[in-house]
């Protein structure tokens, strides 16, 4: 059997301008090659762009390092129905549409699920970030895209800041408070395999910054979760349109009355933090295998 990891042309091996975090695209794999091995099956890195015929003996397809689609979404949506009209693609690009644009987090909060407080506007203005400074009763905004991925244009606005109001992004946009857990405790990620828990880690901003990503100079650590904690994350499990996609990322950060609240739930093309999950590799042959049987 041969599976496909997708990729792209800044994350696979060998590229020219290899991308900064490219190391996660070789800890995956690395997690996941002898895994498949284990069932006779091989794992290729393919450039979700390459020629038709180079998926033409693959037998499924795992989205893994697609990072570069967010401009070109429609096409990268496009080559995921292509594939799977012809092999089974995970996660499905059924569930990929339905995360792709963050407002998936007001089904999830409509569900009963608890998000960060968001607001959610066409596109950030000076008036609406003072709205949402009133309504949230707060100094500091994280103003972010509805699409967007990596913290990429994302500002953090203070109160009494001059802003610019031509310099912000002008797409549909979330406010949200600044949550100060982010920079005291991190933000937690629940990494479920087929629906079970796989392991969990914390992400911690570099000191000055609030972003976690490993870009900004982020690290992470494994964590044993409190129940409470992981209950928390489970239920997400249980809001998401399939509860048991073969992979899922749930992105939390606790909010002052201490329980953990939703960032994000990551179905797409989510790092799975393999060095804080030693068994991940193997639980995500076995869920693949079984899949494929
Ligand atoms: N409300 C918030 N409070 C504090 N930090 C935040 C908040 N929202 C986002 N961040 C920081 O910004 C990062 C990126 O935001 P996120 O919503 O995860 O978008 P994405 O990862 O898709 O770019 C988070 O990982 C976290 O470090
Ligand atoms: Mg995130």
């Known amino acids: 059997m ?7 042309d800044s994350t696979l091996p060998g590229a020219v301008d290899r991308r900064v975090d490219a190391f996660e695209h070789d800890f995956q794999v690395a997690a996941l090659r002898p895994a498949l091995r284990d069932h006779d099956a091989m794992l290729v890195e393919l450039d979700w762009r390459a020629a038709e015929s180079d ?3 693959c037998d499924a397809a795992i989205i893994g390092t697609t990072w570069d689609y967010e401009d070109q979404w429609d096409a990268f949506i496009a080559r995921l ?8 693609v995970f996660n499905s690009s059924e569930l990929v549409k339905w995360n792709i644009d963050k407002s998936y987090l007001r089904s999830i909060e409509t569900k009963g699920g608890t998000i960060i407080p968001t607001q959610w ?27 967007g991925a990596g913290a990429r244009d994302q500002i953090l606005v203070e109160r009494d800041a001059h802003i610019d109001e031509n ?13 100060p857990q982010i920079r005291s ?23 000055g910054d609030y972003r976690i990503q490993s870009a900004y100079g982020g690290t992470e650590s494994a964590v044993e979760p409190q129940q409470s904690d992981l209950d928390a994350a489970k239920s997400i499990l249980t809001l998401l349109p399939d509860q048991s996609p073969l992979y899922a990322r749930i992105d939390m950060l606790r909010g002052p009355d201490g329980n953990l609240l ?3 739930a990551e179905l797409i093309e989510p790092y799975l933090y393999p060095q804080q999950g030693p068994d991940l590799g193997r639980m995500l042959a076995d869920a693949i295998i079984r899949r494929l049987a």
């Open 55 to 57: 998926f033409g003996d």
């Open 121 to 147: 506007v066409d596109r950030p203005t000076i008036t609406n970030i003072n709205d949402a400074m009133a309504q949230f009763d707060t100094d500091r905004l994280v103003v972010k895209k509805q699409i």
């Open 167 to 179: 310099a912000l992004f002008a797409s549909p946009a979330m406010l949200q408070p600044f949550l």
């Open 185 to 207: 405790e991190g933000e937690y990620s629940f990494i479920f395999v087929d629906g079970a828990f796989s392991h969990a880690l914390i992400k911690r901003p570099q000191t």
């Open 262 to 264: 939703l960032m994000e």
């Open 81 to 88: 129905e292509w594939l799977e009209a012809r092999m089974p």
């Open 2 to 8: 041969k599976i496909a990891f997708l990729a792209c």
